[in-house]
C-alpha cells in the first residue's frame, strides 16, 4: 500500500502575529492588558472594559479577535502570564506591612522555588543577632534585624 504525503500543517499564528491582525484602534484598546496582566486578571468583561473607557461587547471582539473562545479563556491567559512574569519581589510588594520578615521571605522563596524544581527549608537562626548595630544612626528607623538560614536544594 502507497503512503500518500501529508503536507505539514501551518503552526497557528502566535498572539503576537494575532496583536497585529487588530486594528490600531483595538490594539491601543488591548495594550495596557498585555503589559500589566496583574492589574487585569480578575476584572470581569464590565470592569475591564470599564478600566478601558470602551464598552464590554469591543472587549470581548477583541478577545475572540485574539484566538481566544471566551473571555474565561483570555482571563486564564493573562493569570498565566501574571504567574510567568511575577517576582518574588512582586510577592513581598504586594503583602502589605511586614510583621514578620522570616515569613515574608519564605512566602517568596516558596512561591518562586516550586518552578525551578527546588526545595526549601527555613529556619530562623538568632531574631536579635544583630541587636547592637541597632543603636547606629544608620539603623534609627530600624526595629529588628533577624539572621535567617534557608537551603535550597534542587530536586532529583
Known amino acids: 500500500m502507497k503512503r500518500r504525503h501529508v503536507p505539514p500543517q501551518a503552526s497557528a499564528p502566535s498572539l503576537a502575529e ?24 480578575l476584572l470581569s468583561v464590565r470592569a475591564m472594559a470599564m478600566r478601558l ?5 469591543t472587549v470581548v ?13 483570555f482571563q486564564r491567559h493573562l493569570h498565566d502570564l501574571s504567574i510567568a512574569f511575577a517576582t518574588s519581589l512582586d510577592t ?3 503583602g502589605g ?26 529556619e530562623e537562626i538568632d531574631p536579635d543577632i544583630f541587636g547592637e548595630e541597632l543603636d ?3 539603623y534609627a528607623d530600624v526595629e529588628r534585624i533577624a539572621a535567617v538560614g534557608a537551603v535550597i536544594r534542587k530536586k532529583g
Open 18 to 41: 494575532r496583536i497585529e491582525l487588530l486594528s490600531a484602534k483595538r490594539q491601543e484598546i488591548i495594550r495596557p492588558i498585555l503589559e500589566h496582566p496583574r492589574d487585569y486578571v
Open 92 to 94: 513581598m510588594q504586594s
Open 53 to 57: 473607557h470602551t464598552d464590554p461587547a
Open 136 to 138: 547606629e544612626p544608620a
Open 61 to 73: 471582539r477583541i478577545v475572540r479577535g485574539l484566538g481566544f473562545a471566551s473571555y474565561r479563556d
Open 97 to 122: 506591612r511586614v510583621t514578620s520578615m522570616p515569613a515574608y521571605v519564605r512566602d517568596a522563596l516558596e512561591q518562586a522555588l516550586p518552578g525551578l524544581g527546588c526545595t526549601l527549608s527555613y
